[in-house]
């Protein structure tokens, strides 16, 4: 039985890549180009946005459409190529300082309206690429370049946040849960609607240095012993859940996408048939 690489979506001659070794990113680029693959996308029809940093990195090894964007911006230019072509599958990587930090605005709102993209986001619970400061999700107490003493802001999760604001899907994963990661990266990507896949990730060179996690093998230690089944984790009493989170699909919900209603609305503004 043959399995999937996704070599065919990336750059020839550009291995081996930028991160550092033990990073999430290149762990997530690997399950979402396996995906591709797996659902057949052609590259003219994919078109993968990316904002600034580690993550915002990935689009320089694909060979599907990329556009490069501005720092917590991503989602609102896939949001404009979606609205322009309905067709395109539009996939938007960010890291959370992109997504939910200075983007936050522009994640609310793209969920709110349910557009059809699917944000996948490395949550490495700092800045990656500019050094390690604390960012939306950096866990209270934390220690980073910008909270020696500790973070004392509390985190934002991004996926509770994601089912607030109304998106369709949303998963969570891991590097350590790999094979997992690429089953939801695939729902995901056939959902529509607003998608999200957020992957608790390692990012040993800052937060794991400052966090007593210096070696990439402890991060993935972490993560395996506090990742739990959704399943699991929703079975422990909510006082036995502290230190855990849920590993796996947390939402997946039918609502109208934003093309379909706004397709609805111009059909009965010009009196046609809904
Ligand atoms: C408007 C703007 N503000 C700040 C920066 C500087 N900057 C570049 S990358 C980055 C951090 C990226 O962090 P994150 O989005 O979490 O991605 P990671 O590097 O961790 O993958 C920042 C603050 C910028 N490029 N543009
Ligand atoms: S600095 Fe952190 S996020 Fe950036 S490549 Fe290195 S490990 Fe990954």
């Known amino acids: 039985m043959s399995h999937a690489t996704g070599l065919q979506y990336l750059k020839k001659g550009v291995l081996p890549h930028m991160w550092c070794s033990g990073c999430g990113v290149g762990v997530m680029l690997g399950a979402l180009v396996r995906s591709f693959e797996e ?81 996948i986001i490395i949550n490495n619970f700092n800045f ?29 999760d991004i996926s509770a946040l994601a089912e607030l604001a109304g998106a369709n899907y949303v998963a969570r994963g891991t590097p350590y849960h790999v094979w997992e990661l690429k089953t939801n990266i695939k729902e995901a990507l056939s959902k529509k609607g607003f998608s999200v896949v ?26 395996k012993e506090s990742g739990l089944p959704v399943e699991k984790y929703n079975s422990l009493e909510k006082s036995a859940r502290k230190g855990f989170f849920a590993v796996g699909k947390l939402v997946d919900r039918e609502e109208p996408d934003f093309n379909t209603r706004y397709e609805e609305i111009r059909r009965r503004a010009m009196n046609l048939k809904v």
Request: proline share 3%.
């Open 128 to 156: 990656g690429m500019t050094g390690g400061q604390f960012s939306g999700t950096t866990p209270a107490d934390a220690i980073t370049q910008t909270s020696i003493y500790g973070n004392a802001e509390r985190q934002l």
């Open 198 to 223: 957020e992957i608790y990730s390692p990012c040993p060179t800052h937060f794991g240095k400052n966090n007593k996690m210096k070696e990439a093998t402890a991060m993935l230690q972490w993560l």
């Open 39 to 119: 659902l057949g996308y052609e590259r003219k029809d994919t078109v993968v946005v990316t904002g600034i940093g580690c993550t915002g990195k990935t689009d320089d090894y694909l060979v599907t459409n990329a556009l490069h964007t501005t720092h917590g911006r991503a989602l609102a230019y896939a949001t404009g190529i979606k609205a322009f072509n309905p067709k395109l599958h539009v996939v938007v990587l960010m890291g959370d300082g992109d997504s939910v930090t200075i983007g936050g605005n522009h994640f609310l709102h793209a969920a709110r309206r349910n557009m059809d993209l699917t944000a």
